[in-house]
T-cell receptor
Framework: GQNIDQPTEMTATEGAIVQINCTYQ??????LFWYQQHAGEAPTFLSY????GLEEKGRFSSFLSRSKGYSYLLLKELQMKDSASYLC???????????FGAGTQVVVTP | GAGVSQSPRYKVAKRGQDVALRCDPI?????LFWYQQALGQGPEFLTY????????KSGLPSDRFFAERPEGSVSTLKIQRTQQEDSAVYLC?????????????FGNGTRLTVT
C-alpha cells in the first residue's frame, strides 16, 4: 500500500527551529510537496523537492532523500504566525493524485 | 479573481438530500482537482480533470459522487443522497500546467455538514 507518515504535533518556542519529518512509501515518485494550512483555510504551497538535497526558501527549508523515502521541513526563527498544520504530500505514479499525510500541527509558544 | 474560489463556503444538508459544490479555478489553469478533508486529517484525493477530461476518478468513494467540468473551467462536485459520513471539507485545487513540479493551488473549501 501507500503510506505517508509524519508526527501529529510539535511544540516549539518563538524564535526557535523546528524540523518536521515525513517518511513515505509510494508506487513511484514524481516529487514531494510541503503545504501549510491554518485552521479553516486553504493549504498553501511551501516547497517542492524532486532531487535529493536541500532546498532553501527564506526561513523555510526542505530536504529530500529518495533512497530513504524521507523528507523534512525545517522552520527557522519561528514566529507565532507559523502555528499551523504542515502537510507532506507525494506525487507517485498517478500524476494527478497528490497523496497527503495527516499533517503535523505545529504550536509556537511565546 | 486571483485564487481558486469555491461556493458555498458552508452547506448543511439533511441526510438523503442532493448537494452541488462549485469550484472556479484560477483562470488559465489546465488541471483541476477535488479533495475531501476530514477534521484533523490530510486531504484525500477524489478526482482530477485535465481541461474538460476527467482523467482519474479513482478516489470517489461511491457512485453517489459525481464531478464534471464541461467547458474546462468551472467544476461541480455533486453528491446524491447525502449520508452523515459525507460530512467533511471539500477542497478544490487547480494547477497551471501538467508538470510534476506544478504545485496545486487550493481554494478555502466547502464545509459540508449532513444532519
Amino acid at each position: 500500500g501507500q503510506n505517508i507518515d509524519q508526527p501529529t504535533e510539535m511544540t516549539a518556542t518563538e524564535g526557535a527551529i523546528v524540523q518536521i519529518n515525513c517518511t513515505y512509501q509510494t508506487s513511484g515518485f514524481n516529487g514531494l510537496f510541503w503545504y501549510q494550512q491554518h485552521a479553516g483555510e486553504a493549504p498553501t504551497f511551501l516547497s517542492y523537492n524532486v532531487l535529493d538535497g536541500l532546498e532553501e526558501k527564506g526561513r523555510f527549508s526542505s530536504f529530500l532523500s529518495r533512497s530513504k523515502g524521507y523528507s523534512y521541513l525545517l522552520l527557522k526563527e519561528l514566529q507565532m504566525k507559523d502555528s499551523a498544520s504542515y502537510l507532506c504530500a507525494v506525487r507517485g505514479d498517478s500524476w494527478g493524485k497528490l497523496q497527503f499525510g495527516a499533517g503535523t500541527q505545529v504550536v509556537v509558544t511565546p | 479573481g486571483a485564487g481558486v474560489s469555491q461556493s458555498p463556503r458552508y452547506k448543511v444538508a439533511k441526510r438523503g438530500q442532493d448537494v452541488a459544490l462549485r469550484c472556479d479555478p484560477i483562470s488559465g489553469h489546465v488541471s483541476l482537482f477535488w479533495y475531501q478533508q476530514a477534521l484533523g486529517q490530510g486531504p484525500e484525493f477524489l478526482t482530477y480533470f485535465q481541461n474538460e477530461a476527467q482523467l482519474d476518478k479513482s478516489g470517489l468513494p461511491s457512485d453517489r459522487f459525481f464531478a464534471e467540468r464541461p467547458e474546462g473551467s468551472v467544476s461541480t462536485l455533486k453528491i446524491q443522497r447525502t449520508q452523515q459520513e459525507d460530512s467533511a471539507v471539500y477542497l478544490c485545487a487547480s494547477s497551471l500546467v501538467d508538470s510534476s513540479a506544478s504545485p496545486l493551488h487550493f481554494g478555502n473549501g466547502t464545509r459540508l455538514t449532513v444532519t
